[in-house]
């Protein structure tokens, strides 16, 4: 009797397996009701001309959505294929139904039109589903086209919530930051008020918000207004204890920095793009392995050694690949060994459920230690890390400068780092390393004297060019890159919130999270710990502005989930940052869940780097929108 095989677990089962695997929040939700959407709005399209040959043609931004939310797309239709192939695609499949799904980018829509124009002497039949939104600049450039009568109708997958880990939710709006600082325009916060209203409508209203900065108020009054429409409040037990809501301004200074955590480093040299690493093919093992994940590696909680890994300072991580290696090998001798035939058994279902995924997952990791490794022992890291951590007020070794000359009020490193700045320049360096450089300096020390202001701004568009002069415009809109104006404060939180500490050598002593950042913590976290306590004193002595507090009252009858004795459960908190977060950050959040008893679960506008971040402000949002947001991350 031939013995059946056992079923292979499909993606989408794989991610909601991932997303409920909690204790906070079951993400799988939100999961669910993207998924069914977008199936929804697919097989409504396809009925209308029935048994006709169908194809999704979709750009790059919609098609890493599709991977993540619904990876069997191509089932829905029989064809899926990107922009550039669309026009071959339809003729060599003669198909009769053709659904473009994009985002509304200039790009995207002037594709669309050049295939339309291609096809449409064929009996095909088209459609548009717009990513995220519809504007009335799409329905305008197609028009503009001359296309516009040959799309017989059009939808909105109004995705703008991405879970991409059981307690990480993107919005993948890289441009938010830029939109909001130097263009004023709202549009990204009415996406985060919409998100929140989600999340209430899913999770339940949330009890207590808490928010720092312009872009909090504003994000928690367009919720106001839109929670006085509902006809009712979510009749749901609250499952959400609080909403911190922190504007990426009111700590520009943490994305600058180099984080110096495993998945941190691995997003500021490669680049993780939902929850998806694409590598280059020197990094991959071999050859098999390269193409079994078909180029692209998931990071995610799913894979146990990349969980493991992920939160912890670089140095720990590697002894943790080395020793995890020294384990696999010890374990396949012994595999190799004389066994009974019981112990073989054992050993065969140890195998199966542990080793064969080390054996997989493993030899990945230590090449990609091994590149960042590389990358980081150059002297060009070096010198950049260490005129950061002058410029923070943290020993070059990464531990307490025993309040070093910047916190002393002595003899500054602002000399020495305008020094380095200049020499990148001298040597041509990356515009954005510089950049990033020029904007910290900015933002601990207050600004620039107006000759030194002027002096890096002439040095910059002669080195690089004077197509530069609008990014640098850009920066000094967004309070990046300014002229001094008042005396730097950085110092006084600096000693307030604790900013620079010591980084015990053993791991097992360290007891908070300077080590994501090697001796800095992030500014945003101390200051959400702030608004969740009780005593909002630091805040209001060092940074009074803008903070937002208010309480939503439950309906009659309702309690929060796990309020009783019967259900004892950590309190959630969302923690949401308009203007992006870094992975260092999460791991910060990751560090006090596991410390203290409450669960910490973040909706971000997107996650950065300090170079995505302003390379998003290298252009005018115009020109920008003609890139897909996925582009923003290359």
């Keep these: 009797m031939s013995r059946k095989k056992p079923s292979k677990v499909s993606r989408e089962e794989e991610m909601r397996t991932l997303l409920k695997s909690t204790t906070a929040l079951n993400l799988g939700l939100l999961y669910d009701l993207s998924n069914m959407e977008f199936k929804k709005i697919v097989n409504d399209l396809l009925t209308r001309r029935r048994d006709a040959r169908a194809g999704l043609v979709v750009d790059r931004f919609t098609l890493s959505l599709l991977e993540s939310i619904v990876p069997n797309a191509k089932q829905l239709v029989g064809e899926l294929t990107n922009l550039q192939n669309g026009e071959p695609v339809i003729q060599q499949y003669q198909l009769n139904t053709v659904i473009f799904s994009i985002y509304p980018s200039p790009a995207s829509l002037a594709s669309v039109a050049k295939i339309i124009k291609g096809t449409k002497d064929l009996d095909v039949h088209f459609y548009v589903i717009y990513t995220s939104r519809q504007t009335m600049i799409a329905s305008q450039l197609l028009k503009e086209q001359g296309v516009a009568e040959y799309i017989r109708g059009s939808e909105t997958w109004q995705i703008n919530m991405i879970p991409i880990e059981n307690d990480v939710i993107t919005m993948e709006m890289p441009f938010a930051f830029s939109q909001y600082n130097v263009h004023n325009d709202k549009t990204p916060l009415f996406d985060v008020a919409r998100a929140i209203m989600q999340l209430q409508m899913t999770f339940g209203l949330i009890p207590k918000i808490v928010g720092k900065g312009k872009a909090a108020k504003d994000v928690w009054d367009i919720v106001r207004s839109m929670t006085r429409e509902l006809s009712e409040p979510p009749l749901i037990a609250p499952e959400i204890d609080s909403l911190v809501i922190i504007d990426r301004m009111e700590d520009a200074i943490t994305p600058l920095c180099s984080q110096m955590t495993y998945e941190g480093l ?41 969980n493991d890994l992920r939160s912890l300072p670089w140095q720990e991580a590697v002894n943790i690949i080395s020793r995890r290696s020294k384990l696999l090998r010890e374990q396949t001798a012994q595999g190799r060994s004389e066994m009974s035939t019981r112990e073989m ?32 022992n150059r002297d060009e890291f070096e010198e950049k890390f260490n005129i950061e951590h002058e410029l923070l007020g943290v020993q070059k070794s990464g531990k307490l400068s025993t309040m070093t000359r910047f916190l002393k009020g002595e003899e500054n490193p602002v000399e020495t780092a305008d020094e380095y700045i200049e020499d990148c320049i001298s040597r041509q360096e990356s515009v954005l390393r510089v950049l990033r450089l020029l904007c910290l300096r900015s933002l601990i020390t207050g600004g620039f004297k107006p000759d030194k202001l002027e002096f890096f701004r002439r040095e910059v568009l002669q080195t690089y060019g004077f197509e530069f002069s609008l990014t640098l415009d850009n920066l000094a809109a967004a309070g990046l890159f300014v002229e001094q104006t008042k005396q730097s404060h950085y110092a006084d939180l ?83 940052f308009v203007g992006g977060v870094t992975q260092a950050e999460i791991a910060a959040l990751r560090f006090l869940s596991r410390h203290k008893r409450r669960e910490y679960v973040v909706l971000t506008t997107d996650i950065v780097t300090g170079t995505r971040l302003l390379r998003n402000l290298r252009e005018p949002v115009e020109k920008n929108e003609r890139l897909s947001p996925s582009k923003s991350r290359h």
């Design 345 to 376: 058994g054992q050993f065969v279902k140890l195998f199966r459920s542990h080793i064969e995924v080390e054996q997989t997952h493993l030899p990945i990791h230590t090449n990609i230690a091994h590149s960042i490794k590389g990358t980081i």
């Design 266 to 306: 691995i997003d500021e040299i490669f680049s993780i793009s939902l929850g998806k690493l694409r590598l280059p093919p020197e990094v991959w093992p071999d050859e098999n392995t390269n193409a079994k994940f078909f180029g692209v590696l998931p990071l995610n909680s799913s894979i146990k050694i990349f």
């Design 494 to 576: 600096s000693r307030a919130f604790g900013l620079v500490a010591d980084v015990p050598e053993d791991w097992t002593q360290v007891e908070d999270y300077h080590f994501v950042y090697m001796g800095y913590c992030p500014l945003s976290i101390r200051i959400m710990e702030q608004l969740l306590d009780t005593d909002h004193s630091l805040l209001h002595e060092y940074i009074p502005d803008d903070i937002l507090k208010e309480k939503q009252r439950l309906p009659p009858g309702l309690r929060p989930k796990g309020s009783d004795d019967s259900q004892q459960r950590d309190p959630v908190t969302v923690v949401c």
